[in-house]
């Protein structure tokens, strides 16, 4: 990665500002290396007990946890990937198939299996998004969504009412952390205290429950935590039906462009909002 001081400008200050971000910084990632952001590297610099001279060079790049490397993306495109769809369960206006990578949609098949031999049921609000489909304010540009490494559950089948939703979403440990239970007749007999999004508060349900969320790290696929955006008025943000298959990604050195080149021909990309966070790194830029 080039060196960077104060007076840079470009996408990579903007990747380094995503970075320190990553890192609990609070930057505006606008590309222009000013005085918030050296303050900022300086920081970083001072509490990784590395040279605090607010210049970001090869030790305090690596520290941030960006490869020096070309991004994967630039020059021979990977070996593309092909879409699968994964018949799933249909119950209310959730969808009972979701399209997929092909290697992800198997993970989800032997998912789907084992769930239903608990007596449990995979409903969806889809995996595959179109790359023409520009994000909302509850939706990323950079969603695994367009890598096709992500599946939604059914957004209302949690939270909504606790006796007889198929899923039941408790708190996690972690602020803004979920943990999804999957009704199933022959899973666990359970008491949990069920998050009641209606009251933005917990109310305890009885019944015969799966860890969803265990059985979905299980085969690759993990929970992201709500946004900090999410409240009573703003149910889109709570995002306790998103996993996402992070298999094969190497923090620090996957790209997102690099993971659409696995799905999408080039010249379908160029243009489209994705492809403008082509550079984007996994756990670094891009989670």
Known sequence: MKTLRKGDKGDEVKLLQD??????????????FGKKTEKAV??????????????????TWKALGVSDKAPKWAGDAPERIGWKRVD??????????ATLRIDVAKQLIDLRIELASYGGRVISSGGKRNISRSASSNQSSKSFHYTGRAIDLWVYGGMQDLENDPYVVTKGEKARQWVVFARATEGESMELDGWLHSKQDTRKTVGNFVNLTELMEKYGFSPIRARKSYKKSNYGAAEWWHFQYEEGLTKGESTFGEELLKVWKEEDLKGSPPWEHRDAVFGVSWF
Do not use: H
């Open 19 to 32: 970075a320190l971000n990553a890192d609990g910084a609070s930057l505006k990632a606008d590309g222009d």
């Open 42 to 59: 300086l920081a970083f610099q001072e509490r990784r007990e590395l040279l605090s001279d607010g210049i970001v060079g090869r030790v």
């Open 88 to 97: 799933l369960d249909k119950v209310g206006d959730g969808y009972d198939r």
